[in-house]
């Protein structure tokens, strides 16, 4: 079992890339006006076949509650929560960014991360006061035709980006008076996709789903990514099948959920009585005239989906891209369309100019009108913050800490190999919006737009301050802590466990030093209680005190809550118990071998326990061996998520969890294992101690991998 120590570190470092959330590429700089739209490329098409929806009701017609949910006068009866007062767009009083220096800036930088990441392509562009400062782009979109990224043209996966696309969606049902804010989501949800109570006594609001905090567990492995396009299912199939746990209790803690909001995405569907592709395209992205902008998908024809994407915008996509020894490798093209309105889309850095501007002039581009004032305001306001310093949540934009301290809002994205981000700081005019094609390359996206911020708008940093705290205060903080944003049961929720950790701990001069995924970052004490700055940036994070002792943190990007691991589920426990479980079983299979066979000193009950506990430690190394094998080829992310569940990983649980059983018939046997016989014929004291603490480390090493969830080849 020793391998099993080196086998959890290999499959986390496997891991980590998969759960950095929410990538972007190059543009031709571009500060002309944006022309008018041309819907020629992705213009609404009739839905082939039957519509996703079996209940679709007509546009104008209110959802009706079933008998089982609260009465129908009082779900009427229950008020409105008001949106935040409509507001100009504001005027910026700055100095505009100039495109030759923006433009060197960023060159030096988008370069050092392409060379450093080994990025294949980037595009990007830059917005301010309506007009579009620079678009340009980077690298290969195509290596095989030498195919250079055009921002006009060069279509990137912008993932998790599209959700701001079904709030903008939401929100204009909700001004219409269709659909409330404060409404339970199960009143605009066709029957068969109504999420039961699951034991919880609140019914999941609107307002929930837009700020991450529904209560849903995450599942993603084996189905949220598809590489075969016809197992690609219709989204309300999806979300029937795919139907998450309720964890919690909604409106309590933030935790990131990609079904939550594909089933908002579907309600605004069923209100509106027509397919989300051709919603968000009729009312979001022709308006805006963004011609190179789809939910569609590149794949053949089927009855029962959505139509694909035209051949023109398909022939103009990019590939996807990993870093290898050899080179790039092109990766095989990911489908998200089974949860489009959660992250389906595809995009040029033009087309995310426009949509910027949108944003930022208060949803009118070119004098149309996308959403109102009122939205826009909800869009730039907390609708969701753990603390006046952390980041939040808006209605369903990221509420986002910048430098100089100010505020922005807008999302980030990432697919398998595309990792994206869109900031827009309304008290500067301003938009960025970077994407890369390359999964290594999620660095750059993710700090490239406070970089500009930072090198154009605020001063230089400072020499950090000393600590407000001293070693042992900060002491208080320090734990293991694990994220919401996971699975809670079954194997995938194992393997949430191991890679979905931060580590605190406090530093000698009273600060905290939090790890993640192999990367560790530097908080100061803020002033206030339990909230603490980065000491290179704006992000904080604040811990909330159960007692004396904080009991969960809320994380710098406002993704998640991490919360305080109990002893029995640490980490270095189940390193330490598998590493002497490993040795055990290799001292009982060794002995097995090489112990005297013609001694005949035990009793037939001692030999079939021998027997028994040889057996196990058989099983607890195949087990071992087959994580080990599943780890390395989870280093592979693709084999990962479109190979769930792994054969190996299968067959390791199901080793475990025979050897787990077998552990507890053994230990019943040991009082006659004592017992003996006499004192010529049975097993020297030396033994029965041995045999002993070899079976209760087994049984202990058992609970403890059935609390982590590893012991459920079925689930």
């Given at each position: ?128 006061n309506g007009q579009v400062v620079l678009k340009k782009g980077y690298g ?75 209560g849903f567990e995450d599942r993603a492995l084996g189905q949220l990514f ?189 697919t398998l190999y595309f990792h994206s981000n869109m900031v827009v700081a ?290």
């Amino acid at each position: 079992m020793t391998s099993r120590v080196s086998t959890a570190a290999a499959f986390a470092a496997a891991f980590i890339a998969l759960w950095s959330v929410p990538g972007s590429e190059t543009r031709a700089q571009d500060v002309t006006p944006s022309p008018p739209p041309a819907p020629a490329s992705d213009a609404p098409a009739a839905e082939p076949g039957p519509r996703p929806y079996s209940s679709l009701r007509p546009r104008r017609v209110r959802p009706i509650a079933r008998a089982s949910e609260a009465p129908k006068p009082a779900a009427a009866a229950t008020p409105q929560a008001p949106l935040p007062p409509a507001a100009p767009p504001v005027a910026v009083s700055v100095a505009p960014l100039l495109r030759p220096e923006l433009e060197a800036f960023v060159d030096g930088v988008v370069q050092r991360a392409m060379a450093r990441d080994h990025i294949a392509g980037v595009t990007i562009s830059v917005v301010q006061n309506g007009q579009v400062v620079l678009k340009k782009g980077y690298g290969f979109a195509n290596l095989g035709q030498r195919r250079p990224v055009d921002p006009d043209k060069t279509l990137f996966r912008i993932a998790s980006i599209s959700k701001t696309f079904t709030w903008i969606a939401l929100m204009n049902e909700i001004e219409s008076g269709h659909m409330r804010l404060d409404g339970p989501v199960n009143l605009y949800l066709p029957e068969p996709l109504q999420l039961k109570d699951q034991g919880k006594k609140t019914q999941v609001r609107l307002r929930d789903l837009m700020t991450h905090t529904a209560g849903f567990e995450d599942r993603a492995l084996g189905q949220l990514f598809e590489r075969d396009p016809n197992r690609i299912r219709p989204l309300a199939d999806y979300l029937r099948q795919e139907r998450p746990r309720r964890v919690r209790e909604p409106g309590l803690l933030p935790s990131y959920s990609n079904y939550g909001a594909a089933l908002a995405g579907a309600a605004v569907a069923n209100v509106t009585g027509k397919p989300f592709e051709q919603l968000v395209t009729e009312e979001i992205i022709l308006p805006t005239g963004m011609r190179h902008t789809t939910f569609r998908e590149a794949r053949p024809w089927r009855d029962n989906l959505p139509a694909p994407m035209s051949e023109d915008l398909a022939a103009e996509l990019s590939d996807g891209f990993s870093w290898t020894p050899l080179g790039w490798k092109v990766r095989p093209r990911e489908f998200i369309g089974q949860v489009a309105p959660a992250g389906s889309a595809s995009s040029t850095a033009g087309d995310m100019a426009k949509y910027m501007n949108l944003l930022l002039n208060g949803g009118v581009i070119d004098g149309k009108t996308v959403f109102s004032p009122k939205t826009a305001q909800a869009f730039r306001t907390p609708m969701y913050r753990p603390a006046p310093e952390a980041a939040g949540w808006n209605a369903g934009f990221q509420d986002i800490p910048l430098p100089g301290g100010r505020r922005g809002f807008g999302h980030a994205g990432a697919t398998l190999y595309f990792h994206s981000n869109m900031v827009v700081a309304p008290d500067l005019g301003l938009g960025v919006f970077v994407s890369v094609n390359t999964d290594s390359g999620v660095n750059l996206p993710a700090t490239l737009p406070a970089t500009i911020i930072e090198h154009f708008y605020a001063n230089p940093p400072a020499v950090p301050s000393p600590s407000a705290m001293t070693y042992e205060q900060a002491k208080l903080y320090e734990g293991d802590y694990l994220t919401t944003r996971r699975a809670y049961g079954g194997l995938e929720g194992f393997i949430n466990r191991m890679i979905g950790r931060a580590t605190v701990r406090a530093t000698p001069d009273g600060r905290l030093s939090v790890s993640e995924g192999g990367s560790a970052a530097l908080f100061n004490a803020a002033g206030r209680s339990g909230v603490f700055k980065a000491v290179d940036g704006p992000l904080v994070i604040v811990f909330d005190a159960n007692g004396d002792r904080p009991s969960r943190f809320y994380a710098a990007r406002g993704f998640a809550t991490y919360e305080r691991v109990s002893p029995p589920r640490s980490a270095s426990l189940l390193i330490a118990t598998v590493a002497l479980a490993g040795l055990a079983s290799l001292a009982t299979v060794l002995g097995a071998i090489v112990r005297n066979r013609r001694e005949a000193r035990q009793t037939p009950v001692q030999a079939r326990a021998s027997q028994m506990q040889t057996a196990q430690a058989v099983l607890w190394l195949i087990s071992a061996v087959c994580m080990g094998v599943f780890a390395i080829r989870a280093s592979d992310q693709t084999a990962a998520f479109f190979g769930w569940p792994s054969g190996w990983l299968l067959s390791g649980s199901a080793c475990a969890l025979v050897a787990a059983l077998m552990s507890v018939l053994t230990l019943g046997a040991l009082p006659m294992v004592w017992r003996g016989g006499r004192r010529v014929d049975s097993w020297t004291a030396g033994r029965k101690v041995a045999f002993t603490f070899t079976t209760l480390l087994f049984v202990f090493l058992s609970v403890l991998l059935g609390l982590w969830g590893y012991l459920l080849p079925w689930s």
